[in-house]
T-cell receptor, first 113, second 112 residues
Framework: KAGVTQTPRYLIKTRGQQVTLSCSPISGHRSVSWYQQTPGQGLQFLFEYFSETQRNKGNFPGRFSGRQFSNSRSEMNVSTLELGDSALYLC????????????FGPGTRLTVL | LAKTTQPISMDSYEGQEVNITCSHNNIATNDYITWYQQFPSQGPRFIIQGYKTKVTNEVASLFIPADRKSSTLSLPRVSLSDTAVYYCLVGASNTGGFKTIFGAGTRLFVKA
């Protein structure tokens, strides 16, 4: 069974631009979560989607948004990029809602210049 | 959401047993305890999950005392490849879904 895939793997943008990251969960997984990882702040929860509905959101500004499609694939968007948005963005999927094993993708490394 | 506290780093030698303790004083009745392992530039990988007492799988054991205010991840006979960051998470499903909060993690360095 294929794992969680994220595209692109690497991305370089400049301040003020916007970016869209994509995540394809493991087949059959309906929950997708997004995380931001930086050396200074560690792993921080962005949001979780379950059956196309955002179920939880972390403490990030409105510039960070996401969505989930009917096939459970998910995208996250960051508008008006700032230097501090440079990070590894990780997507994780799980079979169901609630306490359960999450399967993480390799991440998208975003660099904002 | 229960906050977790772990040692920032630990050193060990190959072949030793490593125990990493996580404190979660505000754990709620519905909360589970989950541990993940992360290597540089990779996503975290699930190790083990438990609710109470002891859980064991092929790679680790998880010990949870009766009050559930702490938990200990035990890695038997570590090798160099176990050098990684280990995260303890506490969380449960609420009415709106599941929110995962990672702490700072414990950086384990295994020496030859």
């Amino acid at each position: 069974k294929a794992g969680v895939t994220q595209t692109p793997r690497y991305l370089i943008k400049t301040r003020g631009q916007q970016v869209t990251l994509s995540c394809s969960p493991i087949s059959g997984h309906r929950s997708v979560s997004w995380y931001q990882q930086t050396p200074g702040q560690g792993l921080q929860f962005l949001f979780e989607y379950f059956s196309e509905t955002q179920r939880n959101k972390g403490n990030f500004p409105g510039r960070f948004s996401g969505r989930q499609f009917s096939n459970s694939r998910s995208e996250m968007n960051v508008s008006t990029l700032e230097l501090g948005d440079s990070a590894l963005y990780l997507c994780a999927s799980s079979l169901q809602d609630g306490p359960r094993e999450q399967f993480f993708g390799p991440g998208t490394r975003l660099t904002v210049l | 959401l229960a906050k977790t506290t772990q040692p920032i780093s630990m050193d060990s030698y190959e072949g030793q047993e490593v125990n990493i303790t996580c404190s979660h004083n505000n754990i709620a009745t519905n909360d589970y305890i989950t541990w993940y392992q992360q290597f540089p530039s990779q996503g975290p990988r699930f190790i083990i999950q438990g609710y109470k007492t002891k859980v064991t799988n092929e790679v680790a054991s998880l010990f949870i005392p009766a009050d559930r205010k702490s938990s200990t991840l035990s890695l038997p006979r570590v090798s160099l490849s176990d050098t990684a960051v280990y995260y303890c998470l506490v969380g449960a499903s609420n009415t709106g879904g599941f929110k995962t909060i990672f702490g700072a993690g414990t950086r384990l360095f295994v020496k030859a």
